[in-house]
């Protein structure tokens, strides 16, 4: 069975950090792109970041570009991503997804990825 497993999420401070974890079960995610995408109620899931398989290419949506670093460990079969001096706007449910192939597309599209994990909730709040 295909499954992505999203961790790390949680109520942080503004200023604070949280890393969340996509680890993959019952596939590879060594060949596809692995983005993050980010929902709040009543608006479009936002793509947030994306690195590819092929060449290390690396997408950040202006809103979160230098305070956040997406990654990946192959071995671990996980992707990553470090969030850094959060802010409430940061506030969502996080996805991260497999793309439908090796690369990332600036701006990054739902229709693109293909396997989805179910969501972790990270709230920033004081």
């Known amino acids: 069975q295909v499954q992505l497993v999203e961790s790390g999420g949680g109520l942080v401070q503004p200023g604070g950090s949280l890393r969340l974890s996509c680890s993959g079960s019952g596939f590879t995610l060594g060949p596809y792109a692995v983005g993050w995408f980010r929902q709040v109620p009543g608006k479009q899931r936002e793509g947030v970041s994306c690195i590819s398989a092929s060449d290390g290419a690396i997408y950040y949506a202006d809103s979160v570009k230098g305070r956040f670093t997406i990654s990946r460990d192959n071995a671990k079969n996980t992707g990553y991503l470090q969030m850094n001096s959060l802010k409430p706007d940061d506030t969502a449910v996080y996805y991260c997804?497999?793309?439908?192939?090796?690369?990332?597309?600036?701006?990054?599209?739902?229709?693109?990825?293909?396997?989805w994990g179910q969501g972790t909730q990270v709230t920033v709040s004081s």
């Open positions: 997804a497999t793309g439908l192939g090796s690369g990332c597309f600036a701006p990054m599209h739902r229709s693109d990825f293909g396997s």
